[in-house]
Structures are given as C-alpha cells and as structure tokens.
C-alpha cells in the first residue's frame, strides 16, 4: 500500500523560507512523475510543482522563481523548497503520485506577520 507522508510545514514571516519533504513507501519511487499541490480553504486545489522520473520540472506560474521542487530517489522523498513565501502562499500543502492515485495528509504552511 502506497503511502505519502509529507512534513516540514510551519508558520513563517513574509519573505522567509520552508522547506517540505514527502517520503514514500510501499511503491517503487523513481519511475513516477511526483507532484506538490496545495489547496486554501472553499478553494480548489492546484498544483504547485511537479517532477519527473528523469528530474524535468514544472512550476505553477505563481511560484517560479520561488519554488524550486527536487527528489532524492535513493530515499524515495520529494523536497519543495520554498523561497520568499508571501501571504498567498498560506494553504494546506500534499504531495502527490498521481500515478498511483495517491495523496498525503497535507502539511499547513502559514505565511504571516
């Protein structure tokens, strides 16, 4: 059984940093293409960032730039580091395999003064 277990959300200042992590178990990691989405409350969830198996990346228009998403395939994790967090980036974050159909629990990243 697939499982996504992210962690590394917190509560920054405007202009701060975060780095989330997502460890996987229970599925081969390295030939699936691996996501980040986020979602605020009463809003539809949308993608952040995704990752290829080859580590060929695509960013939401919103957070290039800032953002960058990265995997370690030996320890089957995907990372989201995230720079200048502003406000708007306030959201549940979850990690995805799409592939698989499987999500995690979601990480609360709060960016506030």
């Known amino acids: 059984q697939v499982q996504l277990v992210e962690s590394g959300g917190g509560t920054v200042q405007p202009g701060g940093s975060l780095r989330l992590s997502c460890a996987a178990s229970?599925?081969?990691?390295?030939?699936?293409?691996m996501g980040w989405y986020r979602q605020v409350s009463g809003k539809q969830r949308e993608a952040v960032a995704t990752i290829t198996s080859g580590g060929r990346t695509n960013y939401a228009g919103s957070v290039k730039g800032r953002f960058t998403i990265s995997r370690d395939n030996a320890k089957k994790t995907v990372y989201l580091q995230m720079n200048s967090l502003n406000p708007e980036d306030t959201a549940i974050y979850y990690c995805?395999?799409?592939?698989?159909?499987?999500w995690g629990q979601g990480t609360q990243v709060t960016v506030s003064s």
């Open positions: 229970g599925t081969i990691f390295s030939i699936y293409v």
């Open positions: 995805n395999l799409d592939a698989l159909g499987a």
